[in-house]
């Protein structure tokens, strides 16, 4: 296979997780053809030097690609700044780019779905995002793949052509958005995504993922999902930067080699999207269940 994309691997402190995420990759089809890109982001403070230490020498031993290029970082950026500066850097240079981070475990045909996908919707401008991860929804009636307008950033790939216009401005999104346009980011007022742009505002938290996926809603982009997704995400075990312990988003992973493309319309499912809105008013119903039992777990302490 020609003209195989370079994939990026953002890592910290997490040596475990690394380690499952290098095994899986190393495991794919593609890998000895492809380019393997390694940031290692600095420690940001004496209390992770250890385990960023751990990576690091982990990440020296990885083999099984056509070339591994690590970036050690020599003071800490943060996952935000680390992942634009890596992504522009990269994607940039080759055209287009996978992107993983350090807790993303892979099917054995990760690689090659990407790859595929690239190739194909290459020309297809109104495709702005390849995703590795689909939501746990419930799969009967829906094609193998489909497009929707929510990105997801749990290994994913996209074009140079794309990705340019990512742009990380708060103030300039936060006054550019409507009324209307909040609900429909927000999956039709299901979820608040919303909350992470002003979040970025106050200096609550700082992330980039959001900003890239307000990018591709603003251009009115669309997003490739594999019906069963092609990875998951095992961060969720309160060890992530921006991750809380949850089983919220388990998934099973695709071992399916093929996939035609040729199948779909290039436009967004209406059944994914009033499924994606279930899955979201579930975790809504199940966290108001939650604290209901909570209060009266403490009421009976009384």
Same mark, same amino acid.
């Given at each position: 296979?020609?003209?195989?994309?370079?994939?990026?691997?953002?890592?910290?402190?997490?040596? @475990?997780?690394?380690?499952?995420?290098?095994?899986?990759?190393?495991?794919?089809?593609?890998?000895?053809?492809?380019?393997?890109?390694?940031?290692?982001?600095?420690?940001?403070?004496?209390?992770?030097?250890?385990?960023?230490?751990?990576?690091?020498?982990?990440?020296?031993?990885?083999?099984?690609?056509?070339?591994?290029?690590?970036?050690?970082?020599?003071?800490?950026?943060?996952?935000?700044?680390?992942?634009?500066?890596?992504?522009?850097?990269?994607?940039?240079?080759?055209?287009?780019?996978?992107?993983?981070?350090?807790?993303?475990?892979?099917?054995?045909?990760?690689?090659?779905?990407? =790859? @595929?996908?690239?190739?194909?919707?290459?020309?297809?401008?109104?495709?702005?995002?390849?995703?590795?991860?689909?939501?746990?929804? @419930?799969?009967?009636?829906?094609?193998?793949?489909?497009?929707?307008?929510?990105?997801?950033?749990?290994?994913?790939?996209?074009?140079?052509?794309?990705?340019?216009?990512?742009?990380?401005?708060?103030?300039?999104?936060?006054?550019?958005?409507?009324?209307?346009?909040?609900?429909?980011? =927000?999956?039709?007022?299901?979820?608040?995504?919303?909350?992470?742009?002003?979040?970025?505002?106050?200096?609550?938290?700082?992330?980039?993922?959001?900003?890239?996926?307000?990018?591709?809603?603003?251009?009115?982009?669309?997003?490739?999902?594999?019906?069963?997704?092609?990875?998951?995400?095992?961060?969720?075990?309160?060890?992530?930067?921006?991750?809380?312990?949850?089983?919220?988003?388990?998934? @099973?992973?695709?071992?399916?080699? =093929?996939?035609?493309?040729?199948?779909?319309?290039?436009?967004?499912?209406?059944?994914?999207?009033?499924?994606?809105?279930?899955?979201?008013?579930?975790?809504?119903?199940?966290?108001?269940?939650?604290?209901?039992?909570?209060?009266?777990?403490?009421?009976?302490?009384?």
């Amino acid at each position: 296979m020609e003209n195989i994309a370079p994939i990026v691997l953002f890592v910290y402190n997490r040596p @475990d997780h690394t380690r499952q995420t290098l095994e899986a990759l190393a495991t794919n089809t593609l890998a000895s053809e492809s380019e393997l890109f390694i940031f290692s982001d600095a420690p940001k403070n004496e209390s992770a030097v250890e385990k960023v230490q751990a990576v690091r020498s982990l990440i020296k031993t990885i083999r099984g690609f056509k070339l591994v290029t690590i970036i050690e970082r020599d003071t800490n950026w943060g996952l935000a700044k680390s992942i634009i500066e890596g992504v522009t850097e990269i994607v940039n240079r080759y055209g287009k780019i996978i992107v993983l981070e350090d807790d993303i475990v892979t099917s054995p045909y990760f690689l090659k779905f990407m =790859n @595929d996908a690239l190739r194909f919707y290459e020309q297809e401008k109104q495709v702005w995002h390849i995703a590795g991860y689909s939501y746990p929804i @419930d799969k009967k009636g829906l094609p193998e793949i489909y497009f929707t307008k929510y990105m997801s950033c749990w290994g994913w790939a996209t074009w140079s052509d794309r990705w340019k216009y990512f742009e990380k401005n708060v103030d300039k999104l936060i006054v550019s958005f409507t009324k209307d346009d909040i609900f429909r980011f =927000n999956i039709n007022g299901t979820e608040d995504f919303w909350r992470q742009v002003l979040d970025n505002k106050s200096g609550k938290i700082n992330t980039w993922a959001i900003f890239w996926y307000a990018t591709i809603f603003q251009n009115n982009g669309l997003c490739l999902n594999s019906a069963v997704g092609f990875a998951k995400n095992i961060g969720f075990d309160g060890t992530g930067v921006h991750c809380g312990i949850s089983n919220q988003y388990a998934t @099973d992973i695709s071992i399916r080699e =093929n996939i035609n493309f040729n199948k779909i319309k290039i436009k967004e499912n209406e059944i994914a999207l009033e499924r994606i809105m279930q899955f979201y008013k579930k975790q809504k119903k199940n966290l108001f269940v939650r604290a209901v039992n909570k209060s009266i777990r403490m009421l009976k302490k009384l």
